[in-house]
């Protein structure tokens, strides 16, 4: 059973915007030092990192691509973290993933096999 749920994936017009969301259990916002991140994958491609946030402080980075248009945040108290996609183009289309780690730096987002826990995903189509 996966430990993390994704949801808000959604088809969208370009320019569109979208909410995603990612449930979690408590521990990983009450210490630990526990990291989360937002992947996504689209067909023929590797997952690459989008965006990650460490559950304690809400320190977060974002992979250049999003900078500007996405925004990741958590609400500690109700064990989800969020990321808002905002001005959306096809190449944001894919699967988006949730995912989570014990301890991290910034620069994991580009080590898919850093990442030990797992969403099931929830896809995102942007269309022209």
């Known amino acids: 059973q996966r430990e993390l749920a994704e949801s808000g994936g959604d088809s969208v017009q370009v320019g569109g915007s979208l909410r995603l969301s990612c449930t979690a259990p408590?521990?990983?916002?009450?210490?630990?030092?526990?990291?989360m991140a937002w992947f996504r994958q689209s067909t023929g491609k590797e997952r690459e990192g989008v965006a990650v946030i460490f559950t304690q402080t809400g320190m977060a980075n974002y992979a250049d691509s999003v900078k500007g248009r996405f925004t990741i945040s958590r609400e500690n108290a109700r064990h989800t973290m969020s990321l808002q996609l905002n001005s959306l183009t096809p190449a944001d289309s894919g699967m988006y993933y949730c995912a989570a780690v014990r301890s991290c730096s910034f620069s994991d987002l580009r080590n898919v096999d850093k990442w030990n826990y797992w969403g099931q995903g929830t896809h995102v189509t942007v269309s022209s």
């Open positions: 408590e521990y990983m916002f009450s210490g630990g030092g526990f990291c």
